[in-house]
């Protein structure tokens, strides 16, 4: 079977051409059904010296539906979509057809000049149908082998750009039975995927390379430490790798690695010593669960030897007076535990506190708000008990009728002014007021007159006996 790429126009008076006249014979063809999608991160991808990677906070991918060849690439904007695939045609070709979903970039101005470029039909899955497109799916897979690397080997989050091309380079040299147990590479381009350089490191792990600049002797070492995080697929020979370094945390290209997973006889000490913290990850100061977890020598902070009082599931739900810059204090709710990629190592613990009469809630460290509480529940005041010191006093006013486009709308119509046993104010919603005092409500409502006014003639039904409130 052949096609017809190219056709011959005769331009009067004949002139030369700059352009070429015909991309689609000019790139290699993929006969394949290529599904694309986005998806983000929320962490900013590190600077690690790699084009385009500093700063990403997302990435496009694209997969055949048949092929599962699959490629990702760094975006910082969505606009950049047809940058991606102009780079996925360099890669791999250009395929039959583009299936996406309704996404603006990927249904712009920009890509659809380049469907026709090429020759490649465009397809979009149905509006609100997204399972529909096929790199949904692998996306899912991508995601749960980079969470899983990373949770093994202890990857800072900033990395995890890095992971995912390490996770598709290693989807595209692995055997699959949909395709007779052949690679996606093989079956995509002909030819059978070279594995060697998969065989020697794993993903992270600590390596030392050698250092051209080694200029210094004997003071200065032919060696230094970094981690492995991928094969330089275009970069020198075939057991070319990135290294991740540990001195200045770029990824370089470098033929010549060892392990530094090897005894103690092996080891080069002088190399160790020379990159910050002996080649380890800088971390944060660590959140302590338990006596047990301190390190008990001269490095660790005696303000730091005393373990949290509550355990993190323990404060989901109490109650922190908090007091403002203008000196007025407002209680807070802690409402959730927030998950953080580090939260199995109790590196990043840290909760969220909805605070009365604030636009914004608050994030708050573990540790901050265990001594908070330890502090708070020690006050005679509380009596032990935290919650029994937040019952209100009286109603002292009200607001409204707002508006949902008010500031000051917290859904309901009106809101009323709380006093605060620890003398503090807020407004409250009446909605929710109602339903924890609605005779105190009602007593206001009629001594102000609000008994007629929509809103509050719900505690008409209250007031028919006044005998009750004496």
Same mark, same amino acid.
């Given at each position: 079977n052949t096609t017809q790429f190219a056709r011959a126009h005769a331009r009067l008076p004949l002139r030369k051409h700059f352009k070429s006249r015909f991309p689609a014979a000019n790139v290699s063809c993929l006969n394949e059904i290529v599904a694309t999608n986005t998806f983000f991160s929320d962490t900013l991808a590190a600077d690690d010296g790699i084009f385009n990677h500093g700063g990403a906070t997302m990435a496009q991918l694209f997969v055949g539906k048949s092929l599962q060849i699959t490629s990702v690439f760094p975006m910082k904007r969505e606009s950049q979509f047809a940058h991606t695939f102009e780079d996925f045609i360099c890669t791999h070709g250009a395929p039959n057809a583009l299936l996406s979903d309704t996404a603006c970039a990927q249904i712009g101005k920009q890509a659809l000049q380049i469907l026709p470029m090429y020759a490649i039909d465009d397809m979009q899955c149905e509006p609100h149908h997204q399972h529909q497109n096929y790199a949904e799916r692998r996306i899912q897979e991508v995601r749960k082998m980079v969470n899983t690397i990373m949770d093994h080997t202890n990857t800072p989050p900033e990395y995890w750009l890095l992971c995912v091309s390490y996770v598709t380079y290693l989807l595209n040299r692995l055997a699959v039975e949909s395709l007779n147990w052949r690679t996606p590479l093989q079956v995509a381009h002909g030819q059978r995927p070279d594995i060697s350089a998969l065989l020697l490191f794993r993903w992270f792990e600590p390596v030392y390379y050698y250092n051209p600049d080694h200029a210094s002797f004997p003071s200065a070492s032919c060696e230094k430490t970094g981690r492995w995080i991928g094969v330089a697929e275009h970069k020198g020979d075939s057991l070319t790798y990135w290294i991740l370094t540990d001195n200045t945390h770029q990824a370089i290209a470098c033929s010549v690695v060892r392990s530094a997973n090897v005894n103690n006889v092996l080891k080069n000490h002088r190399a160790a010593n020379s990159s910050p913290n002996g080649g380890e990850l800088s971390n944060p100061k660590p959140i302590v669960l338990a006596t047990s977890d301190l390190r008990h +020598?001269?490095?660790?902070?005696? %303000?730091?030897? #005393?373990?949290?009082?509550?355990?993190? +599931?323990?404060? /989901?739900?109490?109650?922190? /007076?908090?007091?403002?810059?203008?000196?007025?204090?407002?209680?807070?709710?802690?409402?959730?535990?927030? /998950?953080?990629?580090?939260? @199995?190592?109790?590196?990043?613990?840290?909760?969220?506190?909805? /605070?009365?009469?604030? +636009?914004?809630?608050?994030?708050? %460290?573990?540790?901050?708000?265990? =001594?908070?509480?330890?502090?708070?529940?020690?006050?005679?005041?509380?009596?032990?008990?935290?919650?029994?010191?937040?019952?209100?006093?009286?109603?002292?006013?009200?607001?409204?009728? $707002?508006?949902?486009? =008010?500031?000051?709308?917290?859904?309901? %119509? !009106?809101?009323? $002014?709380?006093? !605060?046993? @620890?003398?503090?104010?807020?407004? #409250?919603?009446?909605?929710?007021?109602?339903? +924890?005092?609605?005779?105190?409500?009602?007593?206001?409502?009629?001594?102000?007159?609000? $008994?007629?006014?929509?809103? !509050?003639?719900?505690?008409?039904?209250?007031?028919r006996n006044r005998d009750d409130f004496n």
């Amino acid at each position: 079977n052949t096609t017809q790429f190219a056709r011959a126009h005769a331009r009067l008076p004949l002139r030369k051409h700059f352009k070429s006249r015909f991309p689609a014979a000019n790139v290699s063809c993929l006969n394949e059904i290529v599904a694309t999608n986005t998806f983000f991160s929320d962490t900013l991808a590190a600077d690690d010296g790699i084009f385009n990677h500093g700063g990403a906070t997302m990435a496009q991918l694209f997969v055949g539906k048949s092929l599962q060849i699959t490629s990702v690439f760094p975006m910082k904007r969505e606009s950049q979509f047809a940058h991606t695939f102009e780079d996925f045609i360099c890669t791999h070709g250009a395929p039959n057809a583009l299936l996406s979903d309704t996404a603006c970039a990927q249904i712009g101005k920009q890509a659809l000049q380049i469907l026709p470029m090429y020759a490649i039909d465009d397809m979009q899955c149905e509006p609100h149908h997204q399972h529909q497109n096929y790199a949904e799916r692998r996306i899912q897979e991508v995601r749960k082998m980079v969470n899983t690397i990373m949770d093994h080997t202890n990857t800072p989050p900033e990395y995890w750009l890095l992971c995912v091309s390490y996770v598709t380079y290693l989807l595209n040299r692995l055997a699959v039975e949909s395709l007779n147990w052949r690679t996606p590479l093989q079956v995509a381009h002909g030819q059978r995927p070279d594995i060697s350089a998969l065989l020697l490191f794993r993903w992270f792990e600590p390596v030392y390379y050698y250092n051209p600049d080694h200029a210094s002797f004997p003071s200065a070492s032919c060696e230094k430490t970094g981690r492995w995080i991928g094969v330089a697929e275009h970069k020198g020979d075939s057991l070319t790798y990135w290294i991740l370094t540990d001195n200045t945390h770029q990824a370089i290209a470098c033929s010549v690695v060892r392990s530094a997973n090897v005894n103690n006889v092996l080891k080069n000490h002088r190399a160790a010593n020379s990159s910050p913290n002996g080649g380890e990850l800088s971390n944060p100061k660590p959140i302590v669960l338990a006596t047990s977890d301190l390190r008990h +020598d001269a490095t660790v902070d005696p %303000s730091f030897e #005393k373990s949290p009082a509550f355990s993190p +599931d323990e404060l /989901i739900g109490r109650y922190l /007076i908090r007091e403002a810059p203008d000196g007025q204090s407002h209680r807070a709710l802690v409402a959730r535990k927030i /998950i953080d990629t580090d939260s @199995d190592n109790h590196q990043a613990i840290r909760f969220l506190l909805q /605070i009365d009469e604030k +636009d914004a809630d608050k994030i708050i %460290s573990y540790n901050e708000l265990s =001594d908070l509480m330890e502090a708070q529940q020690s006050e005679p005041a509380t009596n032990g008990n935290i919650e029994d010191h937040f019952t209100f006093t009286s109603i002292i006013g009200h607001q409204g009728p $707002l508006q949902p486009t =008010d500031a000051g709308y917290k859904g309901s %119509s !009106w809101n009323v $002014l709380v006093q !605060w046993e @620890d003398g503090s104010q807020s407004y #409250k919603p009446l909605i929710e007021m109602a339903k +924890d005092n609605p005779v105190t409500l009602a007593m206001y409502a009629s001594d102000n007159n609000l $008994l007629n006014v929509p809103g !509050w003639r719900r505690f008409n039904c209250l007031l028919r006996n006044r005998d009750d409130f004496n």
